[in-house]
């Protein structure tokens, strides 16, 4: 199990070359979003000097690190899996108090990154080259993948585990060094996992975490050279900042970013399954995660029938602390997220939005009641912008032409679903709607082997998850082998398309 010194870790400190290191900035506390007076640690608002000594240890690791065997990196990625499976309860409410999210999705969340741990495990065996025929005799052309260098991890509050695990994970195993900055509202869980990385076997300054404000922190690892890639999860605003930081001294960019995820349901044999499956992907993580689907197209026929069920299923949905038994919805992270949600509704239902649920009682504090907004039409506020909170808006249409068309209406495009028994709509909707996911009959959860991610501002770079990790965390070398007794460089021969030189290339 996690010892004291892991689960509760020394106040104000960072993770650097495998050691608790002291800093002289300012401690942060971390508050329990579900209990105001529940300190769960205080972390460091780090300094330039902090996260220069972070930089340093993960180039100073780099050469070795890379130099270990991809198999032998696995094996450190799989005994970690296991050391988070052995400590599942104590993380799992570690989450909860940080973050507020509900005990069974904290555990549910955790099985979710041992899942992609273990995937991340198995590329070590599966770091492909390719071989290429030469237009020289006696040549041999191949290419290999190698790292492409300190890789600097920014991930957000919303999945403490996940988020820190699937940057970590193919970034380690492709050969790279980290440096992760976790949301300064839920930094402990990240720390407890680096802990649990050291004990696995990683070697000094393979990971360094670094906990602060984005402003500092976050800027600080975009714009030093050092850094050779920046994996980014956030919002499209500061998404678009850091592209902009790193594009300027020509670095790579892995952005994952908002979304404003819509479900279109044409048809269904059982609407309360449709029900089901939009309100489990609309309220995990009391609605704060880039996947959720938060605007439902229905068509005109069918709506007054599923709002119904959607409006008794939400109106019984029990609100509370993550740790009590029955929660469903959590608290929101922080007071100004609960002034972002209630303002977004009071706004829709200013500009003609019909509020379904109840405004009922529910518990003191960081709490919202689950919402849906019917009669929303494209233009409202709630309609386009990302509320990230507990909230469902309504739009009726007449068919799938205008479901399409609204669904594409948005400068998001990272999910989508469609719940239809006409197999030739699902296909057209597939086809024609603007997002990098798109789920049928089911709601926007995706799969720990699949790749993630999103178009237009919901995302830039190669998407996360399985088989596109390679294309941001390695770069391709390509090796020109010929043995040294061939035949003389440089000598002429006679080809098809006249004079060429004898390493294949056409005179310049």
């Not at 769960?40 to 050469?63: F, K, N, W």
Request: hydrophobic share 40%.
């Amino acid at each position: 199990m996690l010892d004291q010194q892991t689960l509760e870790y020394p106040h104000g400190v960072n993770f650097i070359n495998n050691a608790w290191v002291p800093s002289s900035g300012e401690g942060v506390e971390t508050l329990n979003p579900a209990d105001k007076d529940d300190i769960v640690g205080i972390v460091p608002d780090s300094t330039r000097e902090d996260v220069e000594a972070a930089i340093s240890a993960a180039e100073h690791a780099l050469p070795g690190w890379a130099r270990t065997p991809g198999p032998v990196r696995g094996d450190i990625l799989r005994r970690w899996s296991d050391l988070i499976g052995e400590n599942l309860e104590d993380l799992a409410r570690l989450m909860t108090r940080e973050m507020g999210k509900p005990l069974a999705e904290s555990r549910g969340e955790l099985g979710r990154a041992r899942m992609e741990l273990e995937y991340a495990a198995g590329e070590g065996t599966r770091i492909h080259g390719t071989t290429i025929p030469s237009r020289a005799p006696g040549q041999l052309v191949y290419t290999e993948r190698e790292p492409i260098g300190v890789v600097a991890a920014i991930t957000p509050w919303n999945f403490p585990a996940v988020a820190p695990v699937r940057k970590i994970a193919p970034a380690l195993i492709f050969g790279n060094t980290v440096v992760l900055k976790p949301a300064l509202e839920t930094p402990l869980t990240a720390l407890a996992l680096a802990a649990l990385l050291r004990e696995a076997g990683l070697p000094e300054g393979v990971l360094n975490v670094v906990t602060g404000r984005g402003s500092k922190v976050g800027t600080q690892l975009t714009e030093d050279r050092r850094i050779a890639g920046v994996s980014f999860t956030g919002s499209t605003g500061v998404g678009r900042t850091v592209n902009e930081a790193v594009a300027r001294r020509m670095g790579a960019v892995q952005l994952e970013l908002g979304g404003k995820n819509a479900a279109y349901v044409h048809s269904a044999e059982d609407l309360r399954t449709v029900a089901a499956e939009i309100t489990s992907a609309a309220i995990q993580a009391t609605g704060q995660r880039c996947t959720s689907i938060s605007r439902v197209l229905v068509r005109e026929e069918i709506a007054d029938d599923l709002v119904a069920i959607l409006t008794e299923t939400w109106s019984g949905l029990q609100v509370g602390p993550g740790d009590a038994e029955g929660t469903v919805v959590g608290p929101l992270v922080n007071h100004a997220q609960l002034t972002k949600v209630s303002g977004y509704v009071r706004q829709g239902i200013e500009e003609g939005a019909v509020r379904t649920t109840p405004d009922r009682q529910i518990p003191d504090g960081l709490y919202y009641a689950p919402t849906i907004l019917d009669h929303v039409t494209r233009d409202m506020t709630v309609a386009r912008e990302e509320i990230f909170g507990p909230v469902l808006t309504i739009t009726r249409v007449k068919d799938v032409d205008e479901a399409i068309d609204i669904v594409n209406d948005t400068d998001y495009g990272l999910a989508a679903a469609v719940f239809s028994e006409d197999l030739d709509l699902v296909m057209r909707f597939s086809r024609e709607t603007r997002a990098g996911m798109i789920h049928v009959n089911h709601g926007t959860v995706s799969q720990p082997h699949v790749p993630f991610g999103g178009v237009k501002e919901s995302g830039l770079g190669a998407f996360s998850i399985g088989l596109t990790n390679a294309d941001f965390f390695t770069q391709t070398k390509v090796v020109y082998l010929k043995h040294s007794s061939g035949s003389q460089p440089g000598k002429a021969v006679s080809g098809r398309r006249g004079l060429t030189l004898d390493n294949g290339t056409d005179p310049a």
